[in-house]
């Protein structure tokens, strides 16, 4: 039961219509952004990093991306039981400071009945996002 006695909603893969992931660092080339979003039934990436080892800038908008590397993304996410880890993520306490150089997560999931929830990574499964984003934007950024 969620809230005032209400039942809780869980998801599941196949609702996913946005997985965003970002890193946010003091060394700007080991920062990234990505979001892949369905947009009027179409599948649409966004990209914001350094690519091949590091050294190319790589930004992007809108690229259009294929129902496989949908069903890849949904792979990775239904193997490592991400959307159950976001639903039930908890935030760590915070200090009583803020840290100015640390590095900073962030892993949203946004569901085809409009809700979106979002914690700091993506548990088992960041590792292999990160994986899939970077080879996917070395991708689509025509190297």
Same mark, same amino acid.
């Given at each position: ?6 039942? *809780? ?33 179409k599948w649409l990436f966004d990209a914001d990093c350094y690519t091949h080892d590091k050294t190319d800038p790589t930004e992007f908008c809108g690229k259009t991306v ?5 069903? !890849? ?8 039981? !991400?959307?159950?880890? *976001?639903? =039930?993520? =908890? ?12 590095? !900073? ?39």
């Amino acid at each position: 039961m969620g809230l005032f006695g209400r039942p *809780v909603k869980h998801h599941n893969v196949s609702e996913v219509i946005l997985v965003s992931m970002s890193c946010g660092c003091m060394d700007y080339s080991f920062h990234y952004s990505f979001t892949l979003y369905c947009e009027q039934g179409k599948w649409l990436f966004d990209a914001d990093c350094y690519t091949h080892d590091k050294t190319d800038p790589t930004e992007f908008c809108g690229k259009t991306v294929s129902n496989e590397d949908v069903e !890849t993304l949904r792979g990775i996410l239904e193997k490592h039981g !991400t959307v159950g880890y *976001v639903e =039930k993520y =908890k935030p760590p306490k915070k200090l009583p400071f803020h840290v100015l150089d640390e590095t !900073t997560y962030s892993f949203c999931l946004g569901f085809s009945d409009g809700n979106r929830i979002c914690s700091e990574i993506a548990g088992e499964a960041q590792n292999e996002l990160n994986d899939f984003f970077y080879r996917l934007a070395e991708r689509l950024v025509g190297f």
